[in-house]
């Protein structure tokens, strides 16, 4: 069971578990190493190391001065872009308050995922929006046993911005307008609230689609580098934040990554997601129990690790006497999936001794998640493992103007 993630520059209603990855060989990156090497490997190059965040909630940052646009950031963008200054300084900005280099790797880094996720577009276009929206309003409606004549006519009522709701919906262009359009509708219609179940169906948003909810909780950890004009929500949908939250998301956590695909693929199936779907795999070659590697080794309920045992613990369990382990100590270590601190974990360093025994060799710590992407959208095969090379295709190609 997978908790709902991120899509891929995508209207995020669903996201569901289950596709296969295969291998992409590429060079690897010079300014994106691991923290440590796997004994037996050969050294890659270093990673990014961001600082730790602050354990406890920080202020708001005080009025700074911004930093001017770097001429490496403006000459690294692609042609045909308005206002290259203006992009090339909100990404230095977010770099340089992050404590993150404005290395010619992470600025491609950053750069690839906005030209996959909006094609520099600070509010993406979302083609067929009026259709998705209005099958959402009509599948809840059905779930409530509200008449269609009765969900039309509410429709009708006029919005605050003049117009009826019918007329707002069959405009929509852009996720920042339908974000409004459901505050709107929650707070103004009276079935707005039964219609919706108090749900904003929003989850990702900007320029690099970055979650919401990270937003949410980057900034209880780090102060926001710009003066806040309205909720997280709000800043997201910006170009400034929108970039700010997704180069965070994306750079401003240690990983133990010998090329930057993996950080790719993790944007999009969640941190730390490629290291634990080798994990899985490492699981599957000890206990000789099929793991889907997705990259979740616990169930969870919204943010919180669900009671349940999930198929990756069962099967650890079964290892309890070899992994010298009780049940208590390998689901303690688990609950430690989504931070580095993992792979410094009993659970985690006996496991892979055990794997590497049987296995005669030194095994790759990082692996490309399994995850199949699914949205009203998405009319063919859409896979983490897609988004990843796409998103690198387009860090070489930035990579190739630095050179």
């Not at 859409?382 to 190739?400: H, I, N, P, Q, S």
Request: hydrophobic share 35%; aromatic share 6%.
């Amino acid at each position: 069971m997978h908790r709902l993630r991120p899509t891929i520059g995508l209207l995020t209603l669903l996201v569901l578990a289950g596709c296969q990855s295969t291998g992409y060989e590429s060079r690897p990156s010079p300014s994106l190493p691991p923290e440590a090497t796997v004994p037996g490997q050969q050294s890659p190059a270093p990673v990014i190391s961001a600082p730790p965040a602050p354990s406890a909630p920080v202020s708001p940052a005080a009025t700074a001065p911004l930093p001017a646009a770097s001429r490496q950031a403006i000459d690294l963008l692609p042609d045909g872009i308005a206002d290259r200054t203006g992009w090339a300084r909100d990404i230095d900005t977010a770099l340089d308050h992050l404590g993150i280099p404005r290395s010619a790797d992470n600025l491609c880094a950053a750069m690839a995922v906005i030209e996959q996720e909006s094609t520099w577009q600070a509010d993406p276009v979302v083609t067929g929006l009026p259709r998705i929206v209005r099958k959402e309003i009509d599948s809840r409606a059905e779930r409530y046993g509200i008449p269609k004549i009765v969900v039309s006519a509410a429709l009708e009522k006029t919005s605050p911005d003049g117009r009826s709701y019918t007329k707002r919906i069959a405009a929509l262009r852009t996720e920042k307008q339908m974000n409004t359009l459901f505050d709107d509708m929650l707070s103004e219609l009276p079935l707005g609230k039964t219609l919706l179940s108090g749900f904003n169906p929003i989850r990702t948003g900007g320029p690099m689609q970055v979650s919401i909810a990270f937003a949410e909780n980057h900034l209880r950890q780090r102060a926001y580098p710009y003066p806040r004009t309205g909720s997280v929500r709000h800043e997201v949908f910006t170009r400034r934040g929108g970039l700010y939250f997704g180069i965070a998301n994306l750079l401003d956590y240690p990983a133990n990554y010998p090329h930057p695909r993996y950080r790719f693929a993790d944007f999009n199936a969640g941190q730390y997601s490629s290291r634990n779907a080798a994990f899985q795999s490492a699981i599957t070659r000890v206990s000789g129990r099929k793991l889907a590697p997705d990259g979740d080794l616990l169930r969870y309920r919204g943010d919180t690790p669900s009671e349940d045992v999930s198929a990756t613990e069962a099967a650890l369990r079964t290892l309890a006497g070899r992994l010298h382990l009780s049940a208590r100590q390998i689901r303690s270590d688990l609950e430690r999936e989504k931070s580095a601190d993992f792979s410094h974990t009993r659970l985690y360093d006996r496991l892979w001794q055990l794997a590497e025994r049987k296995a005669g060799r030194a095994l790759p710590r990082e692996q490309l998640p399994d995850i199949l992407l699914q949205s009203p959208k998405i009319q063919r095969k859409l896979t983490t493992a897609w988004f990843a090379k796409r998103v690198e295709w387009r860090y070489d190609r930035c990579l190739a103007r630095a050179r």
